[in-house]
């Protein structure tokens, strides 16, 4: 029996040493390096084919400002990791994180190796020089990647010991790293259970590449997708089975002089003798010169490879799926790879230098990188205020909607603007932002027309006030302090008496305007007295403005020789005066814990047929807002308008609202409008001029039932062409197994947006539900059980018992009456 012979794995070290503060790492032969942490700069379906080829531009730079004598050497390491649960107080917040346990992801770490090589005779000789120039070299390439938003970080001592051991045991995903003994075979080296196969992209024998290469290629499918640019190596993202993949990508920069000098000397060789083999390496040849001479690109010898690792069993399911997609590309891998033991080592930081010939193959510096894989991933971003969505691989991602882009000048104005058709998510949407909010310093006030937020509210104990004949929405928006006084409620004031006259589709002349200004302020004269300062607010309401606006106005008519039709303007307005239709709605006040309550949820889907009320009730509760806004200056604020936005969108409230939208901005607030009809914002001056102009943030959910008419929206909204290619991979992707429900949302903020999921716990979709069958049940459960957690823990927990879809689960709560602990009949199977 042959015994295994076992020899020691050498490292090709010599050690680590500084120069300047910063970390060298010395091959075993002179040569020595520096190793950077940078980010791709280009996103995953970023839809952009200027930034492939912006990076490919900074990464022909480096080449210029190195120069001859180094190896560049970028490693992309393809991380599989599992979702850990981030620690959260909140109930619902804990149940979201527990939602995505343990679910598989894939992550990108990406390093920049520039090595120097060393000349080397019969002995080694240290050069100072060299080592400062290189030094020089990496400052001036450091300072390229900072400016492009690459955030290069240079690895200290411990990193750099860190990141070989972990390339040693093909450990990344754990902090921690054992190396095991390694088996090294033809086609593999073994490491324990796990496989590791190095597949080299390029057979240098015949060089088997596309004939046209560019930064990106443009993906051709009916998902969504068409003309969609991606990167090169776009499939490393799809591989199955691995655990992890290193790309191992190296460009050696030789002597230009002598390579070319060596070329021509090869071409007429070949072009000596007359056989088809050396007639088409003279092409090439011929070819690479012209590149060469006429766009002065720099020649470079280039190295690619992957070092795959998995589990025994699933090894060969991904190193066929990388081949057939290389195949896919024109790129015929080498199938000669037999030296996987080098191949490994040189895949090593800094180890470039031990490749052979044979694994190198000369090309031109811009082609070369074409196959420089550019893209990066989704991330959280830095900030101490973050909302949590999912990335497209379904795993949370937190981003700033607010804070952070306002300080970078990515948006000027913290106001938002949702478009989606029915049954595109926005109530989740806006359920799971509202539900982040609360755990912040936030003070929320919605205005709803469907009941979309009475879960949410119920669950915060927040205040839920709807509108019924009996009990109106009720604000006295004439009792105010003098020291409340100002332009700015006296222009309220105007357009609320201008609504109350001529109806929200009405128009106020100049002068009718003029008029009740003058009114109002001759009526605030009267009741604060300047010379004892005694404010008589209780006298103050529509009731008494109306009777002084009665005396009032015949006045001013004479005075003045105007015309206004008072007798209109009283028989309008008398129905809001004492033992009118609508007395009460202008001269009591408002709840006054409604100015501490930090979650309002106003329902008024009982007056949004009233063309009478509709207006008046929504402008009231945006005074509110107002009120809360102006003095609660420590608390962060956001008005909600659903679908009653509507209800505001005329000229004669349109100075209003666009006052609301540039004074939110100063009192640390926001404000939202969403809406579902394409109608609604096409063709609307005041959503035109007032709401979208001042929205900075823009949510778009699916749009393709807008898609013949995207142009007109496109430009409404000016979205690029760019843009557009991102929001029609909305729900298209191939994203959805081992997923919950969950919808995908575009979000821009300022010029630039990306997709992200909205996908929740089984919790938060029945505390978000509008599914009045699902509300139903889960009230039953709360009822019993006293509080909103508690029944949404017993539901849960009962449905998860029972083994039954939510669907019958809920059918057989509300037909019982009972939750399931109660009820002896519970799984009868009629009811499946």
Known sequence: MQRERKTAFKMPYAGIDTYNGLHILYGEKGDFSMILHIDNPVLQYGADPDAYTAYQSLLLNIIKILGEGHIIQKQDVFIRRQYKAVPAGEFLQQKYHAHFEGREYTDIRTYLVITRQVKRGAFYTFDKKVLADFFQNMAKLSDLLASAGLNPRFLNEAEINRYVSKVLSMEFASTYTALNNMRCGDEQLNLGNLAIRSISLVNTDSVDLPEKVGPYIEKQDNKGMRDFPVDNLSFLHEVPGYRVIIYNQLLEIPAQQLTLNKLELKRKRHSGVPDPANLICVEDIDMLLVDVARENQMLVNAHYSMVVCAENEQIRKAVNYIEAALFQQGIIPSRNAYNQLELFRCALPGNGVELKKYDWFLTTADAALCFFFKESLLKDEPSDFLVRFTDRQGVPVAIDLSDL??????????????LGPSGAGKSFLINSLVEQYMLYNMDVVIVDTGHSYSGLCAYYQGKYITWSDSKPITMNPFAIAESEYNIEKKDFLCTLISLLWKGADGTVSTVERDVIANVISAYYSQYFTAETGQELISHLDFNSFYEFALKKIPQIKNEEQIPFDLDEFRYVLKKFYRGGEFDSILNEPADQSLFSERFIVYEIDNVKENKILFPIVT?????????????????????????AWKAIASPLMAGYILYLYKTVRKFWGEAIVVTQELADIIGNAVVKDSILSNSDTIFLLDQSKFKENYKEIAKLLSITETE????????????????????????????????????NSIYQYLTYTTEKPEKAAVEVYIKTYGTYQSGLEAFVSDMQQSGLPLDVF????NSEGLPAADSTEYFKPDFV
């Open 619 to 643: 402008l009231i509760i945006m005074d509110v807002f107002i009120q809360k806004m102006r003095h609660r200056t420590s608390q962060r604020k956001a008005l909600i308008i659903e679908e």
């Open 810 to 813: 809920v059918r057989k709560v």
């Open 405 to 418: 882009p306002m300080r970078t000048g990515r948006i000027n104005a913290r106001n938002r603007f949702c």
């Open 724 to 759: 557009q290619k991102k929001i029609f991979t909305i729900n298209k992707l191939d994203n959805k197994d081992g997923r919950g429900r969950f919808k995908e949302v575009y979000i821009r903020r300022g010029a630039v947006g990306e997709v992200y999921g909205v996908e």
